[in-house]
């Protein structure tokens, strides 16, 4: 079952074949999936066209609770397409020996999860007709936006995080996208041939690109930092009970890696079964993800205990007010949200044996996500709920039409993804390759190991 | 509502700029009850514009002259003129006359003509062109840019509440 | 997107139809004037001065006209009612004359009687329905017809007067649910003056208020409300003093220093304790002079005895009887709360008798008794008429109701907004019987509860579109004559009820038409008014005629030896066993006796104590509700003796335990959308029963029981019920 | 003409009796939000007349706060605006709302600690005639807007114009927004604090004075005088 | 067609070995190391088969553009401070902590595009109608082996060295290397 079994057996062209197979066939549940997500998605568009006609009186929204699930789930995409380029980068850097397999999907991942989590700021305007006074250009009114305001800094934030990323991706795929060329025919050998940018493999462009990678890889470490930080400074910099926090920067970002890692852990499990990736994509990989996601664990739970016992114990009037409010309206929010982050995760990680079974491995990631959600509804909708003035304090559930938002975001990343499985290299072939290239295996004792080429590029034992 | 309406608005200078430029002028010719011709008045009769627009000095409004103000003169001026005709008839009907707005502000903002035409401002730096023209235009188009350079030039307030509430 | 009126100020002021419908249309048309009005500049609103009539206290307004539409009511502030203040719902004002479902046109019944659907018809016919039947009438037996209108005043009340004394009717029934019935009879027991005071509040320095809600209904809220701000704060080294007895902590009580909660009806026991500490420690040189009440019975009313019997502590009772008595001056008033019960004028008396023994009566900053029919001597022998009567009518409308089963009547004409088949005790059934009467008549602004019952509605204008002269009622007003005038053409195709019947008169002929010898009601008051000397130009610019002088006020002959209150107990209607629990209600803010549910401002004007919006509540103590197994919100069966109703519970921590309150004015059936279905009528609760000492409508006079129901709906607070306990959150 | 606009509120004064709420609601063109609406937490008054009960030993007080928009000197809403839909207007030195502005991110009632600030969810009817009353002064807001009390910006600015036009100074009390006019015990006071003279100038010294949520450091502008006890002072 | 076209030999491998074997064969030719390069579907380590002396100067170019991005940053948020100052909170006009998110922000943002850009110049990418040697049989795991050489007798000795190595399909194109 090991990689290197399988190239021996099939060559290079095969090894292609089998990981693109997802761009090869085009099965009728590619089509089923494809269309139920469309029609999904297609769905929640006509909600939210429906709601710009009439107002965002068919939300659940209030005074005092002018922001609900739209931006929860804002928060909770932004969060979840941290991960893949922050994972993908760092383990590009430090040039993690079983990363292969998992950097396409988890870039890919960043690339929707932000591009539908992008949205829901603009969809939850009031007038998202006039969302481009946000933009600063020149214009005959004379009038630039404000800089001063944190939903500006996200703004830009976004952008260059969403620029980055999807170079990022695209940047990495171009050798995928040199060898599709050379497989494909039709439409698809003129895409790819445009893409790949008539990218060889010749010795210099290699190491050119092994270059540009790395500074890709550098630049946009910071960038995620930032981007969650500035996310966890819309909410930080009001004046809010439970936002006003000074570790609310780190704390994001910490929960963005967190529900992140498990994010792309659902994601290969999913690319595993569907396409079949089951010689790529190794109990090996899951267990290191799983390890993965266990420091994540301890670390926001690490966080979150640091960021409630300060609030909690200070007592300030207006915090105690909404740290109560957990034990009573919120409790049951609150106990999915610590159930799922912390109570179920952290042991369930310890034991091998979980980190090693795909299916409960993907289970957690799912319990994670849930609870991650929770954790940001949690950090949305209660602070507003119990505002300063205890007179307009007033309770929060999304409608039908939030719901929706729900359904159909989930659904608009899934209908992403597999387009983009369809269209583009879903695996980072050219990075398994290379792996294959530098490892071989050693028989120690009766066990087979792979032993790599290449000490002094970092995986060292 | 108002974007529509800004769209509409958008869509027929754009036409009427570009492509029916003639047409448009023809049909500004026919667009009011009567064909009051601005240049004639202001320039040949050297009358002012407040003398017609008098509210104009006083209130937020220029305002539109009353049937019985053109009376005053044309009772014995131009009688026979077929246009004049109209507003004798009109007066002897008691009927206001019904014209159709040319310049306009979109709604939620607040011009006080009172304030600029006694800060000096001449008629003609808003409503250009207005003396040669026959039928009134609107040559200006009133961006808030337009306001704005103005307001710096001079150094009066450029609060959004002067003008937006 | 804005879509402002703007354009109107650009354009004219008179083709407005044709501007309605192009608000977005491009181009749009300016109509300019054919000749302009002379005081008229573009886009320039004027202010016209008239007076209020959204509830009796007669306030003056100015009203802002912009293109001839009225945008804006507020207080004239050269009235002296309310100089320049205004309740929340004279603002609301506005929206009765812009309501949508006003009245437009003449309605004839087109279905069966009290269906409520009618027809429209024209004004022509219309008439010669009224006088076809006033004509029969006239010739039968005129003594058959009926008119039931609410209180009028001034020269309204003069032609409707003379109409019916000269048709030859003797059937002129005013109906007041809230008139002063039991404050007269209490004032001629105890100061032999049979008159309402007026309490100088501004100056008092203390306040002692008998279940009196003195600053949100009764006499005049804004009156009293600004009066009550001056207690407060405009003096320099005085801030007077506020202590609250009652059963139920309405906002007036919420604004006392000392809230004293008593049992219903108690009110009189309390004030004569209060009487009994000050005569027996002779704290006041009267009550030092009073030692014939001590023997004529004060002395059994011991603190220890009066605090048995009201639930109040004989220390707090006495306490009060010697701040009172040491801050002169003060003043003792009692309101509907303690005139509603079936010993109102005791209890009433009893307050009266406080301001006797504290030497109140006739000075700055306590009661007098102003001399209104000397202050409008000018009108001569007309000057009765033209006062407005305190009295509520209630022994007159129940007998009427007698009568219209008997048949006595053969037409009724109806008239004003206390809408008697809404506001009268259920059990009465004031609707079912004037459906027997063969002919009925209203004249009415809006389809109510009693106007659906009749055969014809001719509608009437708004108070903002009539011609008129007012007197605001004794209590608070001085001599002030306010001026009503149109401050825009009327809005919907309607005649004053003056100038119908003076019309009508004209038709009778005769006698009738000799009583109403003008051309029309404006000319009526143009005539009287020019009678007496009246500029009536400048009173229409200032509002009305407001004299600085006033006459000498009468002299209670009295006021020195007050006679003692007969004591009277409370009585209170179903076994205790079966109804536990004592009801209260009261008149609400917004909506009074329900003539301001029609109105959405005042529907989402929070109720200042409960802060609930557009429905109605019960209010009940929190150990109440604990021991019947209720929490807030919950829906609630009242029921009484002589009928339930449906509520939510409000758990109102200052209501007297073992009393529930619930306020007056909704629990329409009709009267438009947004009164129409809004919970239940609490006057379907309410047995007949009257005050005896005055006659006045004994509305504190039942027991009910709670039963938990399931509502559909739940009740809207704008304060958060949690969050109400947290005032420290804020500071 | 600089101005300084401020309000004192004595609530000593207010009886809670809701004239203001009405008065704003006629002079604002504020919609009526209808039942259903104002459950959900969207009544689209200006001004509210909060409720607080308080204990007080065995008694239970009710207090009335009227609660308007601060109009805070350093307003929390108005840095979180991306737009500049809401700053600060230095002319009259209060909290501006410009509704043609606002994109309605709502982060400015988000930040609002005294949440006055409404939106509007839908775009509001006034069914006809009603839509009669509407004062020509201001406009109607549409749906996705935010809006809240701006101290009825449209009397100050008619009350400058009559100023301008007669060539002298406002007068103090020459300008109140509609709340104060109409307020019967004349709990509102409202004036220039930049002219030493005014009502409010003096009030402000009053020992009295306190402002909401002072601890957060937002400067209101509309300030409170503290409810006394007992007689004298 | 650019004027770097050159005449290339080109050969293919099954094995790095071989590849190895071959580029040895071709240096000692004599060719220049920067004449010889290898094209492969997996990179291959400097200097296991060739070597690559140009120095690799791009990421100055990024590192230029990150202090544009900057600039531009700062410039623009202090120009939309200036044009139109109206106060916030009393905040400045000119405040620091926004200056400086945006600073950064765009900074990196150019950073990112310059990386994109450079790299593709570097690289050489994006030229479609540069006609570049080329066989796309490396995608199923070949080896090219290619260099540069003069048309005639030096091209006849590399293809045959190519071929001594073990190279199959040897041959000679006109392109770039």
Known sequence: MSERHHLERQGEGGLYETLSRSNLVTTKGWYAAAGVLFALTAAAVGVFLYMMATGLGVTGLSRPVMWGTMIILFVFWIGLSHSGTLISAILRITQAGWRAPVLRGAEAMTVFALMVGGLFPLMHLGRNWRFYYMIPYPNERMLWPNFRSPLLWDMVAISTYLTGSILFLYFGMIPDLAAARDHATGWRKKLYTFLAAGFRGSHSEWRRYHVASTLFAVLIIPVAVSVHSIVSWDFAMAMVPGWHSTIFAPYFVAGAIYSGIAGVITVMAFLRRVFRLEHFLTVRHFDNLGKLLLTMTLIWGYFYFSEFLTTWYSRLPEDWELISSYGTHYLPLFLVMLTCNFLIPLPALCLSKVRRSIPAMFAVSLVVNVGMFAERALIVVPSLARRNDPSVWLGYFPTWVEISYIVGSVSMFALLYVLFSKLLPVMAISDIKEHLFRTTDRSIGAATVPSVAQEEEGEGE | MLRRRRQAALVASLLALLLLGGAAAASALTSQPIRYNHNVHVVAYKMDCRFCHSSAMKTASAGIPSVEKCMICHRVIAVDHPEIKKIAQYWKEKKPIPWNRVTELPDYTYFPHFRMVNAGIACLTCHPGMDKVDVAVQEQEFTMGFCLKCHKARGVSIECWSCHI | MLDRRDFLKLGGATAFAALFGGCDRIPKKIIPFVIPPENTALGESLWYASACRQCPAGCGIVVRVSEGRAKKIEGNPLHPVNRGKLCARGQAGLQALYHPERIGRPLKLSGPRGSGKFAETSWEEALSILLTGLKKLQAAAPASLLMLTEPMRGHRNLVAARFMRAFGSPHRIAWDPFGQDALLAANEAVFGIRDVPEYDIANARYLLSFSGDFLETGISPVHYGRAYGQMRQSRPTVRGKFVHFGPRLSMTAANADVFLPIAPGSEGAAALGIAHVMVREKLTPSAAAAASLWAAGLSRMTPEAVGKATGLLPSDIEAVAHEFAGNAPGIAMAGDGAAGCTNGTYNLAGAALLNALAGNVGRQGGISFPNRLAAFSRFGADAALLLPPPESGFASVRDSVEKMRKGTYRMALLSGSTNPAFSLPAPLKFGEALLSVPQVVSFASFLDETASLSDLVLPVPTFLEEWGDDIAPAGHAGDALSMLQPVVDPFRDTRQMPDILIAAARELGGAVAAALPWAGFRECLEKSYAGMGVNLEAARRDGGVFPGKTPAPRTAPKAQRPSLPVAAEAEFEGDPARYPLFLHVYPSIAHSDGRGANLSWLQELPDPVTTAVWRNWVEVNPKTAETLGLADGDGVVVASPFGSMEAFVVVHPATAPGVVALPLGQGHTRYGTNAANRGGNPFSLLPVKADRGSGAPARQSTRVSLAKAKLAGSLVRTVNVEGQWKYENIL | ?233 | MSERSRTVVIGLFDAVEEAGAAARALRTLPLPEADITTISSVALPDGAVVSDPRPIRFPWAVALFWFVGAVSGAGLTLYSYLVYPLVTAGKPIASVPPTMIVTYELAMLAALLATLVAGFLSIGLARYRARKVFDPRIHEGKIAVCAAVEPGEQALRAAAALKEAGGAEVRTEEGEL
């Open chain 4, 1 to 233: 003409m600089k101005h300084k606009w401020a309000m004192v509120i004595d609530m000593d004064r207010c009886t809670g009796c809701g004239a203001c709420v009405v008065a704003c609601v006629a002079e604002n063109n504020t919609p009526t939000a209808g039942e259903e609406e104002a459950g959900k937490g969207r009544l689209m008054q200006w001004l509210r007349v909060s409720r607080f009960w308080k204990k007080e030993g065995e008694d239970t007080r009710a207090i009335f706060v009227p609660t308007p928009c601060m109009h805070c000197e350093k307003a929390p809403c108005e840095i979180v605006c991306p737009v500049y839909a809401t700053y600060h207007d230095e002319d009259d030195q209060v909290n501006a709302m410009v509704y043609n502005r606002c994109i309605g991110t709502r982060y400015c009632a988000n930040n609002c600690p005294y949440s006055v600030r409404v939106f509007n969810w839908w775009n509001h009817q006034w069914e006809k005639p009603l839509d009669e009353q509407l004062n020509p002064d201001l406009s109607v807001r549409s749906r996705g807007v935010m809006e809240k009390c701006t101290y009825c910006i449209q009397r100050i600015r008619r009350g400058k114009e009559t100023a301008l036009k007669e060539g002298r100074k406002i007068r103090d009390g020459e300008v109140v927004p509609a709340c104060a006019q109409t307020c019967p015990p004349g709990a509102i006071l409202f004036g220039d604090l930049l002219d030493p003279d005014s009502a409010v100038s003096r009030m402000v010294k009053d020992p009295r004075l306190f402002k909401l949520m002072e601890h957060l450091g937002t400067e209101p502008k509309t300030a409170y005088l503290k409810k006394q006890k007992g007689p004298g002072r």
